[in-house]
């Protein structure tokens, strides 16, 4: 869709005009915000993990949020993960000017259950050892998403990742597994939750403090 200067919609740093791809939406109130902004989001690819019947039924505030995205003209994926989405048979064939990572994070060992033995004796005499995988499956994970977003960028495309940088988050390295995967730091700022007041930050991947929010901002 091509919007004429003087009808772009704009919120902070985005704005209606370019091609935006969310990766691993939380409730969807980040893109419903953007969309509110913008007046459409008919150029707004917003993505979820999860399964859609999932979705709605263990975060029901997602609804209003999906229902105003398919008003407005939002493609709505499920089941997208940050280490195929290159591949997907959709997203595949298209290019965008901002991709946007909201907190990424791993999980834990999710296969295990709170009784578990394995889980308890790992907790017990390894701590350090978990702590140390669970570190290493989120760098894997932000440095898998520069890799991939890096693919799917136009020529002026920039991957944008908002992250803690307060310890322990700020031993991720993220500049430095931006680099590794061929994109260079355009910018680091604070993230001024005042710009989103309808996002749900509780349904973010990791609650957060304003003051520790940090949106960086990469390009090749």
């Known amino acids: 869709m091509n ?13 209606s005009s370019q091609k935006i791809l969310l990766v691993g939406e ?18 707004i690819v917003a993505t979820s993990y999860i399964k859609k019947e999932l979705l709605v039924r263990d975060h029901w505030t997602c609804i209003p949020h999906l229902l105003e995205l398919e008003r407005l003209g939002c493609l709505l994926l499920y089941e997208i993960d940050v280490y195929k989405m ?41 701590t350090l050892y978990v702590s140390w995988v669970t570190h290493m499956m989120h ?9 991939n977003a890096r693919k799917m960028l136009t ?31 355009k910018e680091k700022v604070g993230f001024n939750q005042s710009d989103y007041p309808e996002v749900d930050h509780g349904q973010q991947h990791l609650k957060s403090d304003e003051d520790d929010d940090k949106l960086v901002s990469v390009s090749e």
């Open 3 to 15: 919007i004429s200067k003087d009808k772009e919609g704009w919120i902070d740093c985005y704005n």
């Open 26 to 43: 939380g409730d969807f109130s980040f893109s419903a915000c953007l969309a509110r902004a913008f007046r459409t989001a008919e150029n």
């Open 86 to 126: 290159h591949t997907h048979h959709i997203l595949k064939n298209m290019k965008f000017d901002i991709i946007i990572y909201n907190f990424p994070h791993a999980g834990h060992f999710v296969h295990l259950r709170e009784r578990d033995p394995v889980l308890i004796d790992l907790v017990i005499f390894h």
């Open 155 to 185: 020529s002026v495309g920039e991957v944008h990742l908002r992250h803690r940088d307060d310890p322990p988050y700020d031993r991720w390295n993220v500049v430095l597994l931006a680099a590794k995967a061929g994109l260079a730091l």
């Open 139 to 147: 760098k894997e994970l932000v440095e898998t998403y520069f890799k």
